[in-house]
């Protein structure tokens, strides 16, 4: 299957309020996890149903409902019907393969990102969509498999002193959006740093080995732009939405948040420029290296030609050739090519052809 | 002809309303179809002639009409006047050669885009121009020739309580351009895949088959990005609109259709990059390559130099050369040669030349 | 002289209002002719004075004066006067090296355009300025020498029933400029064939002649562009200019304009990277070729040089050198010799270097 | 020094209204020259101090002071005093490194650009700073040096019935600037035709000195584009400020200038693009020159070699080689390598590979 | 480390107010300077406690503090606390790898930008991140070290008259970033002037070490872009700030710093376009150089091929060759061997192959 985009022929023409996953289901079973805080008061809690949010929702309290898992078309739809929204915004959260994108909607905005998270065991970067729906009391994530991302923000809001027990829903928005970024910036440090680490590596020894790293970290900065780029642009519709779920106060973190996803896309930028840099680098040295050997070879053999070819003139079998009776014509004749020779070392030698 | 452009002399200076068909007929026959909906009643029908559709149009419902086939001026005609558009609409809809456009007139809006669909057996990507006549209670689709790619749509009218049954005209719009863009990005993914399985090949066995293949994916990357670029263009234009035809609750859609439609353009950017990346490296693996046999020849024959020297050398016809009267002086020379080979080998083994 | 661009010493520092002819003299004589017409009258005249065209200025009839030839500062002097037009407007339609611009003074727009014009028979492109005066009742339109190619306006303009008959000014300006832009794309379209015919020769018979070719076209490529890229800008200009001499019902023609040029930027951006993909496949053919070429030569070499070696030990005079005294020695050799060539030609094969 | 700039460590922290020369002394003594005119009346004179232009500025009309000589201090100081301007403005007069500048003051506009010019005799181009500062009343030029580059405009202000005698300040200034880009267009022109002539050299001949060339006018484009690229953004902000200084009526002038610098900033990007060409042109022509004479030589060294090693087995030594002693072997060996000699001849004949 | 981002792992999820020093610790004490001023008083005073400053805030002069060094996160919570700033201003101050910006709180500006500066003994540049946070009465400025580079701005400050005493914190922003840009162009100065140094030896001689070093300015020039490209869009965003902070009178120095931030970007495009034009004519001329001596050997081995081989020739032992048994056969060989030998000589000469 196509690494950067996978389109199956059946999903053309699905409805836009389908609620079909269009995805690889990564998760057996649907987790929903819920948070539910002010400054004051705090409550942790596992669903099981759909329906259980229900005592959370209708409180004047920030809700955090963060749902693992999007395979499941009923839990879906009893969200919709829960919190009252379109199936169209589900529907939305269900099209993993679709672009970053924030949209409003009447009651609700749906913000949906690349999550790229460093594995640091197998040194792979595991891609997720993460949606996040924000109406005006609560905040749904999804996101397409159990993960401990957010634990970081778990840990804030725990601590009760902490400003995002203040902040409402717009700035827990903030919270795990600046978290996805920072996963950026730090999977891009990790490629960055295996990167610069080559750079030694391309002067002392450069071979097939370097060139293969080279284009694999090509490859898979590529893959990273792929889902950077795109969140720029999101970040950027976001900061400039002037939409009634999000403070006046709050403006302020996401204008952070364009900086961190634009240092994001720099940083990506330069680290391409210094792969391509290094990739010439590399095609230098080798041909340089080449060229020596052969220069080498070719001057090897060039000395020995008239060298041969005084042999071959000896070797004839003339009546009348003088020299082949003179006692010390051998001699002279081996003392004349080192002549020769030692000549032509010095000459290729003045030249720097050596 | 040229495969990017085609402009006749006789086209220079023709009047915009001249109802002239510019393109190259792909239909025998007009087809006409028409399909008339509101939530509660569903009327579908093949029409003989023009004015058969005026029974539909004076009622309150949506009404579809398909027109397969764009040669027949009369035919053109007849449409203009039914539905009281100008001349100038329909010898744009004629005008198939022309760039994705959209147009505000009147009574009216005009799109046209170009029509992208895998043929899945010929492995061929059919281009076709479709336009969509807007108004307010008609919406009239021009093919250039009868197809089925709209056929989801019509499943999903058939369907009683689908959105698009009350969602109106500017809604059909939509659903009609989301295929057209969701078969760009099948295309756009069908290709990709043989782009990516390349990749493979590339290195393993580069040959001349895998250069050509990498051409002509260039070709056909090129060919599809000159529909996607200006359909970019057109679709933001179209969400950009303030018509009185578009309801404010459609615009959501259209974002969707721009979402969508940046996507088919990105994709088709990463995979242009990545043909690049992929000539790039088969260039350097087959130069790599061509070196190392060089160099191996060369090496090979460098060996040989001093061998074939010394062997002139005794092939000498000098009176006085002692070397030839001893007994051993044969086997000492040729053990001379072997150790200078075994020498040499071992030095460019050491340089790393072989 | 440059082709770009010609600056002469004497022409720095001029007034803006001088009459002064700036460019190459491509006609002998000014020719006059007027086209008079409304919905209803149609008169057609050659003019000897300028004058003349004062009984056609009074009437509230469209009038079209088209001037033939630029060198005479006196007509456009007279011409100015007539029409009470700032000499500035006539000293710059007589600066035909200027850029291509739209320009708005207090009682007339001035559009200047290059027109390209295909030579059918000598295969050239023709380039010439033109110009057109816009005022409220008067269009007056420049160009450097005589020329047909207008033709098919005043066709139009001669059938009674028309749009152009009854459009006005605006509509008139934009059939000329309509014209102008479809020779913009009959000239690619010409280019464009051509350039897609190479591409077979390109991989059948690479050769110096191909390379040339594509260089042609590479120059005649950039010289379009040189015309239809600034053309762009003007018309967009155009198409956003709020004036009172252009009638909102035109602006719908003007925003066709708009997408002409576009397409021709685009068919010549496509034009341009064909050409410069051609010019890679080239050179990797012929270095494909090349590489062949040698490798051949040098697998050749390389096979004899042990052969030759072999030779070489048994032309040695050693008193003692067995092999020679065998009865059936030389046959053996010859049989080794077999071998061995046979030997490496099949370790060649193997490993693909041959 | 630096070329492309020149940043003193003791100019860090420079106050911006300390009065400092910054660049290059050009000029010993400073020249102090003023036109003072109206439609009617015309006055020309050389100031000894500067406060003698006093009588001058208080008249109702267009004073142009011209400043050549930017280095004393003391005059500038002078200068700031009489005409009430802040000592800021001056300073950046002096300012001669900076880039092309158009900055508001509350009493004055200050206009700062590069002013390039042909030297005919030493096929340089010179590069100075001009300043010119703009009041309600009075126009100061400020040239490096002295120089005759406005003579032309002097010259149209000495015929009395010229636009310039009564277009006022603001026309002067677009009369001044009209010099200076139109000496860039002339430079380019310079240069253009130099790069057009070299094309024809390219394919005939080939050599270093055609290298150096493209090189040498890379290097010239490159520091001629450096003065009016800043230029084009300059000349662009000044014809969209809207100042008190500038009369409507002389906008349409300094679209003028926008039209041309915008051709001087193509045309300098189309000899770009010709010289990357040109450069690529010549690569391919030298490595194709190359590989023939390699073709050639390697061709002609392979034909000996079966050749040399036929002779070198009847070289050996077999007491029993059968071939020795018949009549004619000799002679049949010499034809033999005369076929093996053409069929190898016509063999790469016939693939093209001599 | 990486050089180009630093982000670890545990920075991810950080609350943005905490007040965590994020960068690497380049000082080992805090140093609080402060200056006081207006246009009649001035105080200079080196601070022990952060409090002590609350007597120079309650003044109505302006208050300039500078905070050298960054890691002390008790002395920024007192910092926080005496100036009534929120703690998100400090933590931003802290993040030192941020990307240059500027923020617009309720009370105060943050202006965070990278100072780089040339060590004139290690050749080094040293990189520092400076923030200035401004609010109505005082200018707190934070170094990453202790630095005397905004020494100059004391200077002028100390002494009475100049217009740094009356110009309010606003203008004293503008000093310091003046200073920063300044060192901007001082640093790519002193880079273009070793890169046009280069430039000579090039030609010459063109060795490993040329290439090194092209190979290292481009990383620095690369290092430096880093800094220069946000800095100049974090100079636009506050040029075009409408804040209560900046006073009207000073946007005219604001505009300055924008035209000196683009100066640099500009200097710093040029450089990258000069060093990627040398690397290429390293290129060329290494490979130029390497031609011509591969056709020197090809050309030497190539004339004793025949010589060789008629050698071979005579060196048979046919019983009938009837030239070996002539009484000047030898001489007559030699002679036709210098005519070969002279006649190709002749021959390479005269196709320039020599």
Chains 1, 2, 3, 4, 5 share one sequence.
Not at 126 to 134: Q, R
Not at 171 to 179: Q, R, V
Not at 281 to 297: A, E, G, Q, R
């Amino acid at each position: 299957m196509a690494r950067f985009i996978k389109k199956g022929k059946q999903e053309i023409g699905l409805s836009p309020d389908d609620l079909k996953f269009r995805g690889k289901k990564k998760a057996n079973e649907v987790l929903l996890r819920i948070i539910d805080f002010d400054e004051t008061s705090l409550e942790e809690d596992a669903l099981q149903l759909v329906r259980d949010v229900l005592k959370y929702k209708e409180k004047d309290t920030v809700t955090w409902l963060n749902v693992d898992g999007l395979h499941n078309a009923a839990i879906m739809k009893e969200i919709a019907e829960t919190f009252d929204l379109e199936t169209l915004v589900l529907a939305e959260v269900m099209h993993t393969q679709a672009r970053p994108r924030v949209i409003e909607y009447d009651n609700c905005i749906l913000i949906s990102i690349k999550m790229l998270q460093q594995n640091e065991e197998s040194h792979l970067i595991n891609v997720e969509n993460l949606s996040i729906i924000l109406t005006d009391t609560v905040l749904i994530s999804f996101q397409e498999k159990r993960g401990d991302v957010f634990e970081p923000v778990r840990e804030r809001i725990r601590k009760q002193k902490r400003r995002i027990r203040h902040g409402g829903i717009d700035y827990l928005t903030f919270a795990l959006l600046d978290i996805v970024i920072d996963n950026y910036l730090y999977v891009l440090s990790v490629l960055g740093e295996k990167i610069e680490t080559l750079e030694d590596n391309l002067l002392l020894n450069p071979n097939e080995v370097v060139i293969n790293e080279i284009n694999n970290y090509k490859r898979e900065l590529n893959f990273l732009r792929k889902s950077i780029k795109p969140a720029k642009e999101m970040i950027f519709t976001l900061a400039k939405m002037e939409s009634e779920f999000i403070k006046e106060a709050t403006y302020v973190h996401y204008k952070e948040l364009e900086d961190n996803i634009s240092q994001a896309n720099e940083v990506s930028d330069s680290y391409r420029e210094i792969l391509s840099d290094q990739l010439n680098i590399y095609h230098t040295t080798i041909s340089s290296k080449l060229n020596d050997v052969m220069k080498f070879l070719t001057v090897f053999s060039v000395i020995f030609i008239p060298l041969t070819f005084i042999a071959g003139i000896y070797g004839t079998n003339f009546d009348f050739l003088p020299e082949l009776h003179y006692r010390y014509s051998y001699f002279i004749m081996l003392g004349v090519m080192v002549v020769i020779a030692l000549g032509m070392l010095v000459y290729f030698k003045r030249n720097k052809w050596l």
